[in-house]
C-alpha cells in the first residue's frame, strides 16, 4: 500500500529531451547532404552530333603497301553529300598470338582520315603506314560536319604474310 514505482517520468517532459537532439541530427544530415550539391556536374561540352550513315560489308585487301578499306555506305543521298572523312580504328596482333573467333577485340588507336571517302554509294579509304606482318583489324566510323559521328562499321580482318 505504501509502494512507491521504481521509475517516475516527469509530466509532460519524457519526449522533450529527444526532440533537440533528433533536430540536430537531421539538420547535420541535410547539411552534408546538400553541402556537395553546389549544381556545378561536370564542365560544359556541346552534345555529340550524331551521322545516321554506316558502313556495310567492310573489306580490307592489302596492295603495294598500303591498306585498301571498302564498303558501302547505307543513308539518304542528301546526308552522304555531307560525310567530310571517317575515322579508322585499329588493332594488330602477331601471327602467333591471334584473338579466338568471336573474342572481343580491343582497337587500340585511330586515325581521321580528312578526305574524300564517299562515291556515290561506296566507301573506299586508304591507311598508310601499316607495315607489320600479323593480324589487323579495322573498323571504320564516318565523319560528318562539325564532328558527327556514325555508328560503327562492323570489323573486318586482314593478314599481312608480306610486308
Same mark, same amino acid.
Given at each position: 500500500?505504501?509502494?512507491?514505482?521504481?521509475?517516475? %517520468?516527469?509530466?509532460?517532459?519524457?519526449? $522533450?529531451?529527444?526532440?533537440?537532439?533528433?533536430?540536430?541530427?537531421?539538420?547535420?544530415?541535410?547539411?552534408? %547532404?546538400? $553541402?556537395? %550539391?553546389?549544381?556545378?556536374?561536370?564542365?560544359?561540352?556541346?552534345?555529340? #552530333? @550524331?551521322?545516321? $550513315?554506316?558502313?556495310?560489308? $567492310?573489306?580490307?585487301?592489302?596492295?603495294?603497301?598500303?591498306?585498301?578499306?571498302?564498303?558501302?555506305?547505307?543513308?539518304?543521298?542528301?546526308?552522304?553529300?555531307?560525310?567530310?572523312?571517317?575515322?579508322?580504328?585499329?588493332?594488330?596482333?602477331?601471327?602467333?598470338?591471334?584473338?579466338?573467333?568471336?573474342?572481343?577485340?580491343?582497337?587500340?588507336?585511330?586515325?581521321?582520315?580528312?578526305?574524300?571517302?564517299? #562515291?556515290?554509294?561506296?566507301?573506299?579509304?586508304?591507311?598508310?603506314?601499316?607495315?607489320?606482318?600479323?593480324?589487323?583489324?579495322?573498323?571504320?566510323?564516318?565523319?560528318? @560536319?562539325?564532328?558527327?559521328?556514325?555508328?560503327?562499321?562492323?570489323?573486318?580482318?586482314?593478314?599481312?604474310?608480306?610486308?
Amino acid at each position: 500500500m505504501g509502494r512507491k514505482p521504481l521509475y517516475v %517520468a516527469r509530466k509532460g517532459r519524457a519526449g $522533450l529531451n529527444r526532440l533537440p537532439v533528433f533536430l540536430l541530427a537531421s539538420f547535420l544530415a541535410a547539411l552534408i %547532404a546538400l $553541402l556537395p %550539391a553546389c549544381g556545378k556536374k561536370g564542365p560544359p561540352f556541346l552534345t555529340e #552530333s @550524331k551521322l545516321s $550513315l554506316r558502313v556495310d560489308q $567492310l573489306k580490307a585487301e592489302w596492295e603495294n603497301g598500303r591498306v585498301l578499306l571498302k564498303g558501302y555506305v547505307r543513308g539518304e543521298d542528301k546526308i552522304i553529300s555531307s560525310v567530310t572523312g571517317c575515322r579508322v580504328y585499329h588493332a594488330w596482333y602477331t601471327m602467333d598470338n591471334s584473338p579466338c573467333e568471336g573474342c572481343p577485340i580491343e582497337m587500340t588507336g585511330f586515325e581521321e582520315i580528312k578526305e574524300k571517302v564517299v #562515291s556515290g554509294d561506296r566507301f573506299s579509304c586508304e591507311i598508310p603506314g601499316v607495315e607489320k606482318k600479323g593480324i589487323h583489324f579495322f573498323e571504320v566510323r564516318l565523319m560528318g @560536319k562539325n564532328g558527327a559521328l556514325g555508328p560503327p562499321s562492323d570489323k573486318t580482318k586482314l593478314m599481312i604474310d608480306d610486308c
